[in-house]
């Protein structure tokens, strides 16, 4: 029997599902792995993993994060442990170093600097896009405040497309109706930026 036929889900509602999990993914690495990854998959919010009862309870934004979607990341990264070798228990010496790391990569500001990095990363190589585009104007000095507005409205937009294409693509297109209202914003913002374009070419 494969690790993953051994997770039973116990209890399902919207946003929140309780699974029965196999004695091997409670050991202390196995745990902090599980908890730590599953808690970077888009959409959940709080992972609470019971050692001692072998409990996992999860709780996601429905509306970004589909239950299907969240128990295949699941399977795929009770996987990832299972080839990392985290489901045995390790000798006390082995505890002790494996902790040590895992504490140095869990601490909270290791975990900040590098989510600061990513994002800085990202918008930089936005900024840089656009500034190709948007910062060559030779009256740039003449006119700060109209470019400098122009260019980080686009960088804004940039932002909004980003945070929201997943539920674009599998969510407001399948059913329009039912999320008219976010399609009413999304075509207001794009009346804006238009209307903004437009003004700046004339």
Known sequence: ????????????????VRLQIPKCLCHEEAASFLNDTIMQINGVYRVNLFRNKQKLS????????????????LFSIVSSAEEKGLLKEKTELGKTTT???D??????????????????????????ILAKFGLKKKDILDNPDKYLITFFNDILLLFLIKT???????????APLKYRYNWLATFYLMYLFIRAKTAKNK
Not at 60 to 69: C, G, P, R, V
Not at 164 to 174: A, C, F, G, R, S
């Open 99 to 101: 902790l040590i790391k």
């Open 103 to 128: 504490k140095l990569s869990s601490w909270k500001g290791t975990r900040w600097a590098q989510e600061k990095y990513t994002e800085t990363k990202e918008t930089a190589q936005a900024v840089s």
């Open 58 to 73: 999860i709780r996601f934004i429905a509306e970004t994060l589909e239950l299907n979607d969240l128990i295949q990341q």
């Open 1 to 16: 029997m494969s690790i993953q036929q051994e997770i039973i889900l116990r209890y399902n509602s919207d946003g929140h």
């Open 164 to 174: 929201h294409w997943k539920l674009i693509t599998k969510k407001w297109l399948l």
